[in-house]
């Protein structure tokens, strides 16, 4: 089994890094990526000054970021199953300190669209790091530390806000790269230090058409979604780009069912415990981004506006922070569920929190706070689903195709937040009031965007009634088959 990396392979090997220095390691990487996706918010209303370009110009310096993170979290993973899971994530920060270090001499609009991307590209560490565990990690330790690997997502994104914001009041905007610079450096050194490659390897030959075909599928799906609402819904382009996406889409799904050593086995994903996992992390994705629009928006809305409460984007930060550290509390609790009663319950749990949370933000919205306690709750279903949610997945899938299912399962996640981030744009850009002539978002428009957050985690949680119940999941090979042989003879 994968687990074997455990112990040396050979007789007078060195003996492998201790279990809680590989997770360290790995949860710092994941946190230094999380980071990455925080950095602009505070400075997003500045870049048309900064960058000298017209608003709807510098939207590309989040946007780039997306496209080139869908696009690369599932090619990354299926070649991490393929040549070195630690091979490509070291790829992915070097990527990740290339891009900080040409935002952080970007004064114009290319060379920082250029870096967002090269940041963007750095998506996969996650999926990647958690695949390495399931490689590297003794069984009993699994659940807990992909768990934590999860949460690292949370934990650098609430971390990253205020940290961002403190820099960019006080010093130069450029600092916010090269600090990421500098903590991705640390991360590269500390993986190539202590992280083990895995000798699980996929092999075979990289299917090129179909990255191909699942990169122009997906930019045009999310330049659709994300991109739809300044050109107009009704648009030739967004019409267009919407077709183009079904065309080609079904067309790499054709082409993946019919190659030998398809990017994306879909048979796999086809399985229920994946396909009903996938589906929930959907829902999930579309649940979370609610909080992250609606609470800094209620905390930076003027007070006369009768429900904002004025604050600095420093401040929004620092009600944010606790959120993360609530994921990271919640990850041992949710690795301890899973063990008992497995990581279908955690999931469902999870998803039960983060509707409470939203349920209970209806009706609390008027203090700071009720932010605060509004978003720990909700950080701790976070912190339940983000632990379940890769422990279902390597439950059922080779580990081989560790790599590239983990990829799937957070690109899933990511589809469910841009369409999250679509509607409720629509939606908060019907619903507004006049303040001093200026059409803000009402009052009744956030908490619609909530209702539906808190509706979203109900579905997660009917759609994972549907999985198949497994209470070990840990690096065993699925059910229906053993493991394959890989290239380098480690033990099925």
């Known amino acids: 089994m994968s687990d074997a990396l455990a112990q040396p392979t050979e007789a007078g090997s060195p003996a492998p890094p201790k279990p809680n220095a590989v997770v360290a390691v790995l949860a710092l990487a994941g946190i230094v990526v999380s980071l990455m996706q925080t950095l602009v918010i505070p400075i997003v209303p ?15 310096a989040v946007t780039a970021t997306l496209l080139a993170a869908s696009v690369a979290t599932p090619v990354v993973g299926r070649l991490g199953d393929m040549f070195g899971k630690r091979r490509m994530l070291l790829l992915s920060i070097v990527l990740l300190v290339s891009g900080s270090l040409v935002c952080g001499l970007a004064d114009s609009l290319v060379p ?22 399931r490689d590297a990690l003794p069984s009993d330790r699994l659940a807990g530390s992909t768990a934590l690997m999860s949460a690292s ?50 092999g075979g030959r990289f299917d090129l058409v179909g990255s191909l075909g699942l990169s122009a599928g997906l930019v045009s799906l999310l330049l659709t979604v994300s991109k739809g609402g300044d050109w107009g819904w009704t648009s030739g382009t967004t019409l267009g780009l919407g077709a183009a996406a079904v065309v080609i889409l079904l067309s790499w799904g054709w082409w993946e069912l019919r190659s030998p050593q398809p990017l994306v086995d879909l048979r796999t994903t086809a399985k229920p415990q994946v396909l009903f996992t996938n589906l929930a992390s959907i829902a999930l994705g579309f649940s979370m981004f609610a909080m992250s629009l609606v609470l800094p928006q209620l905390l930076q809305l003027p007070e006369q506006t009768g429900y904002g409460l004025g604050k600095s984007m420093l401040t929004v930060g620092l009600v944010l922070a606790p959120q993360g550290l609530v994921m990271m509390a919640m990850s041992a609790v949710s690795a301890a569920i899973t063990k008992a009663k497995g990581p279908k319950v955690t999931l469902m749990i999870g998803a039960l929190i983060v509707a409470a949370g939203y349920g ?20 701790a279903g976070i912190g339940f689903t983000y632990g379940a949610l890769p422990a279902l997945i390597m439950g059922a899938v080779d580990p081989t195709q560790t790599g590239a299912a983990n990829s799937l399962n957070t690109l899933m996640r990511s589809l469910g937040t841009s369409f999250a981030s679509a509607l409720a744009g629509v939606i908060l850009a019907r619903m507004t009031t006049d303040f001093g002539g200026t059409a803000l978002p009402s009052e009744n428009g956030f908490k619609v965007v909530m209702a539906i957050g808190a509706g979203a985690a109900l579905l997660a949680f009917a759609v994972a009634t549907f999985i198949p119940r497994q209470r070990h999941t840990t690096s065993q090979p699925p059910a229906d088959g053993p493991t394959r042989p890989t290239e380098v003879g480690a033990k099925a």
């Open 46 to 60: 500045e870049l048309p000054k900064l960058l000298h370009a017209e608003p709807s110009d510098t939207a590309w």
């Open 112 to 133: 920082m669209i250029v870096g967002r991307a090269l940041q963007g590209l750095a998506a996969a560490v996650v999926p990647l790091g958690i695949s390495i565990m």
């Open 153 to 202: 997502l949370g934990v650098g994104g609430a971390l990253g806000l205020p940290s961002a914001a403190f820099i960019a009041d006080n010093w130069n905007w450029h600092i916010l790269f090269w600090v990421s610079a500098a903590l991705g450096a640390v991360a590269f050194v500390l993986v190539l230090l202590i992280v083990p490659e895995s000798k699980v390897r996929a």
């Open 360 to 379: 209970l933000n209806i009706v609390l919205m008027s203090e700071v706070w009720h932010l605060v306690l509004v978003s720990c709750v909700i950080g």
